[in-house]
């Protein structure tokens, strides 16, 4: 071999060698041996002519059903997919269709080929196409080496359709957001990294708020779950959420950005300007002996934005046995409280002689008008020994009490998830989760083998309206250490035709305990309320009005209503507004609307002037919860001119007609002239009818 030879060899391996590095360089995911093999039909095209490609794939992992995709490169454009190919032992066949793709004369050309298995792996190779003869260019060359293909605008965006995701201020859930690849790309961009940033008072529940999705030919569409947090100030508006999606194409990392909008409910107005709340309580003595005068301090704070002037704090459960007012009053009052700010009042309290040792609840209430705060005090009182009980005489030990430290509830939706935050009411025919927190109030004495039983409470109505959701209603606790608290949930299903109403649960406690050496069994219940309201079903039809109408005439369009709901609604007034017409009554108060009634409602109007005349009535009432709400029907309807009356038929002169001693008599000739007349203005009215009915017929909204 000569030394030519050798150059010539040595060019060509490293011209192969470089070649090979490009196309190494061009995939995101290489599997081993994986090769392809494209051949042309005819075997020799240039520009603009028509040709299928028989492309043999071999080496793939893949075995069985698989999609796969072949994207043109260079100057080969078009694109082609090819759902459930078999792959036998990683080889199969494809053949494109005729016209999928098009050679534009200039330019090396290559295939970029990717296979989406059923199993969820991918591949991805490239294929050099040779057949092709290119244009000649000025300078003699072609277009230089193949340039990958990048995407056209974004290959994932959101679900055409999507409600917009919402939080309220305070409120932890996790929002939905359905990405899918979009209509005008043909490609799947494959395993996506997406990474989501916030706005402001935003927060996520996660580490990471980065997720990978899979945008394969065969799951077009996923879901992408946030699980956020609003802060308890965040503001009211609708606020973006950008998303970053990174993915592969055609061998390159390609980043896309995507924005949603979130709606946030801050707090509104109303609950912004008012609340209060007992913020803290302070004992003048940290134990309280039975018989000794104390003080109580108690701190009201307003949560609100607007002052409180004359607040009234009150002090609920005091007894002459108990702990009773020391020459003074229950019921203070805190002149003003700033907004933001507290206040602060003292009773001068007594415990009695007769008390024994414990922790014993007062209830303190703030009001400020209909703003009212509560909370619970306990005053740590020492009594008598508890082991005093040895003496026949001495007072025995006091018997510990488990009660109702507070609870809330909250509607579940469909699913079973809470829809919101604890709700203030519940819905007939759902279901909601009530929390129940407990208090072993003893600070000696542990409560053992207690058995709670949460029941509806019956009324004059209905034998109660609560029902245990696919659960039951007993719960067991097997000890409740002496101050300890403990929590149970329940999920309740409103009865779906209980009237709106607070109704009554109550909640059952048996227990024991071990007092003065001798175990003893305690039986005690407390009552909650919760109130119940039902969906507004107040149903308002489409307004009935007939036309067209004569200038001159009256309009009189009617409209039907009906309460279909189970609950009244209250202050209805229906009132008509529009143009082109005037009326002697706007509106009308109707009043209240009892379940199952209905009425209609006519109005009189004179049209103004020719042409169209638009209105619409507004129905406006209060729902059971007190919410005004309001439906508007629009109607329409057109006046037009009223025809002339007919002036009357000039006949024209009657000559007179000379009688004839053998032709018809004069009164004969009278009469044959009347009734030619008379013919001639029945057959113009007749002709004068018929235009008048053939110009209403040409009315949309005519009614014969």
Request: hydrophobic content about 35%; charged content about 20%.
């Amino acid at each position: 071999m000569n030394q030519i030879t050798i150059k010539r060899a040595v060019g060509l391996a490293a011209a192969l060698c470089m070649m090979f590095v490009f196309i190494l360089g061009s995939l995101p995911v290489h599997a081993t041996g994986l090769t392809a093999t494209v051949t042309l039909t005819p075997t020799s095209v240039s520009a603009g002519e028509r040709f299928v490609m028989e492309i043999d794939i071999n080496g793939s992992s893949a075995d069985g059903p698989a999609t796969v995709t072949v994207q043109g490169v260079g100057g080969l454009s078009g694109s082609d997919e090819f759902p459930n190919v078999q792959f036998s032992g990683g080889t199969a066949q494809i053949t494109t269709k005729s016209g999928s793709f098009n050679y534009g004369g200039s330019g090396n050309t290559s295939l970029f080929i990717e296979i989406q298995s059923s199993s969820g792996t991918s591949e991805s190779l490239s294929a050099t196409v040779s057949g092709f003869s290119p244009t000649e260019t000025d300078d003699g060359g072609d277009s230089g080496p193949v340039t990958p293909s990048t995407p056209t605008g974004n290959l994932i965006g959101v679900k055409p359709g999507t409600a917009l995701p919402s939080i309220k201020a305070g409120e932890s859930k996790t929002i939905e957001i359905p990405l899918t690849g979009t209509s005008s790309n043909s490609r799947y961009a494959g395993k996506t990294q997406i990474t989501a940033q916030l706005p402001e008072g935003i927060y996520f529940n996660t580490a990471t708020a980065m997720q990978e999705l899979n945008f394969s030919s065969r799951s077009k569409e996923q879901t992408l779950k946030l699980p956020i947090s609003a802060d308890s100030e965040a503001k009211s508006g609708v606020f973006p959420i950008t998303l970053e999606a990174i993915y592969k194409y055609s061998g390159q990392q390609i980043k896309e950005t995507i924005q949603i909008n979130l709606k946030v409910e801050g707090k509104t107005e109303t609950e912004a300007s008012s609340g209060l709340s007992i913020k803290g309580y302070q004992v003048s003595k940290p134990q309280i002996k039975a018989g000794e005068g104390f003080n109580l301090t108690l701190t009201v704070a307003n949560t609100g934005n607007t002052p409180c002037e004359n607040v009234k704090v009150t002090l609920d459960g005091l007894a002459t046995e108990g702990i009773t007012v020391n020459g003074g009053m229950d019921t203070q009052t805190i002149q003003n409280i700033a907004a933001g700010g507290t206040g602060t009042v003292t009773f001068s309290l007594l415990s009695s002689k007769e008390m024994v040792t414990g922790n014993h609840s007062l209830t303190a209430n703030a009001a400020c008008g209909e703003i009212t705060g509560t909370a619970k005090v306990f005053v740590a009182v020492e009594g008598k020994p508890a082991e005093s009980g040895k003496e026949e005489d001495g007072p025995k030990a006091s018997t510990p009490r488990v009660v109702i430290d507070g609870y809330t509830f909250t509607t579940l939706d469909e699913e079973g998830n809470p829809a919101e935050e604890n709700s203030q009411s519940v819905e007939g025919g759902k279901t909601f989760r009530l929390s129940l927190n407990l208090k072993n109030t003893s600070t000696a004495a542990a409560v053992e083998n207690l058995k709670m039983t949460i029941s509806s409470v019956a009324d004059d109505t209905t034998g109660g309206v609560f029902t245990p959701a696919n659960s039951s209603n007993t719960f067991f606790i097997s000890k409740v250490g002496a101050g300890q608290s403990f929590s149970e949930v329940i999920d309740l299903l409103v009865k779906a035709d209980a009237p709106p109403k607070s109704y009554g649960l109550q909640v059952s406690v048996s227990y024991e305990a071990v007092l003065n050496n001798e175990r003893v069994t305690v039986d005690d219940s407390e009552t909650i309320t919760i109130p119940v309201t039902q969906p507004d079903r107040f149903e308002v039809e489409d307004v009935q009005v007939w036309g067209p109408v004569y200038f001159g005439e009256s309009i009189n369009p009617t409209v039907n209503y009906v309460n279909k709901g189970k609950s009244s609604i209250y202050n209805l007034s229906i009132r008509v507004e529009g143009t082109n017409f005037t009326t002697g009554e706007p509106s009308s108060y109707v009043g209240n609307v009892e379940s199952g009634n209905g009425d209609y409602y006519e109005a009189s109007l004179n049209p103004e002037a020719v042409g169209m005349v638009e209105g619409k009535f507004i129905l406006s009432y209060e729902d059971a919860a007190g919410n005004l709400k309001e439906v508007e029907k629009p109607f329409s309807v057109e006046v037009i001119e009223m025809e002339n009356p007919d002036p009357g038929i000039d006949v024209g002169p009657v000559e007179p007609i000379e009688p004839e001693s053998t032709g018809m008599p004069v009164w004969g000739w009278i009469l044959i002239g009347v009734g030619v007349a008379g013919a001639a203005v029945v057959t113009i009215l007749i002709i004068k009818k018929k235009k008048a009915s053939k110009k209403l017929d040409a009315e949309d909204d005519y009614d014969d």
